[in-house]
């Protein structure tokens, strides 16, 4: 089972849509969460940061819940520029040497006009 | 500066050959990451440095990889003789701290093709 698993999709909606991302972690010591997005196999960046009490930045919405060990994304009223890859991003301290940024496989969004 | 540079943006090497990828982290940032990016957006983690010291490079295969972070110096990474299934984007990624709640910057990559 990978640590981090997400919906490859693709995702295909038509602009104005609402669409949500899922996405899974394995390790429960995992500390920190994020949501990143990649265009066309440029550099991952940044989307937002993922809180336990949820957090919004405008027309996302990113929830955790850390007893499920689950963490979704929330795209309202999508526009063709948010077209790219999700990926779902977990940075986990052990007590082992697994201490790094896990990705997820990203999951495609495709908005269409 | 305020990014991460990555050099070259392409390096295309033939089975054998050495690449060096070259990375230049933030300023003050103390932590650098090395991931490896092939096809279907697998990300793999490779290694990571807080300052010039290996902080986990339980990635790195280690009979081929080699990588440093040396004072007044970009970062490297270099591969002794390339195989086909080293092709791949390898990006590096900085932070001021490991647990970094603002997430790890990433510059835009270095691809390596081995032909």
């Known amino acids: 089972r990978k640590e981090v698993e997400q919906d490859p999709g693709p995702f295909n909606v038509p602009e104005g849509a609402t669409v949500a991302f899922n996405c899974t972690y394995s390790?429960?010591?995992?500390?920190?969460f994020f949501w990143y997005r990649q265009d066309c196999r440029k550099e991952p960046k940044l989307l937002m940061s993922v809180y336990s009490s949820g957090n919004e930045d405008g027309r996302f919405t990113a929830q955790l819940n850390r007893a499920s060990q689950y963490i979704s994304l929330l795209i309202r009223d999508s526009k063709l520029s948010d077209s790219a890859t999700y990926l779902c991003?977990?940075?986990?301290?052990?007590?082992?040497?697994?201490?790094?940024?896990?990705f997820g496989s990203g999951t495609q969004l495709t908005v269409l006009p | 500066g305020e990014e991460v540079a990555q050099t070259p943006k392409h390096l295309v090497r033939g089975e054998g050959q050495k690449a060096k990828l070259y990375c230049a982290p933030i300023?003050?940032?103390?932590?650098v990451f090395w991931y490896q990016q092939v096809l279907k957006n697998e990300f793999k983690f490779l290694i990571s440095f807080q300052n010039e010291n290996v902080f986990d490079e339980t990635g790195m295969p280690k009979e081929r990889f080699s990588a440093k972070c040396l004072p007044n110096s970009p970062c490297s990474l270099e591969i002794q003789a390339t195989k086909l299934e080293d092709s791949a984007v390898y990006f590096c990624a900085s932070s001021p701290q490991f647990d970094e709640p603002y997430g790890y910057t990433f510059g835009s990559g270095t691809r390596l093709t081995v032909v």
């Open positions: 390790n429960s010591a995992s500390q920190s």
């Open positions: 300023k003050g940032h103390s932590y």
């Open positions: 991003v977990v940075n986990s301290i052990s007590s082992g040497s697994a201490r790094q940024l896990t």
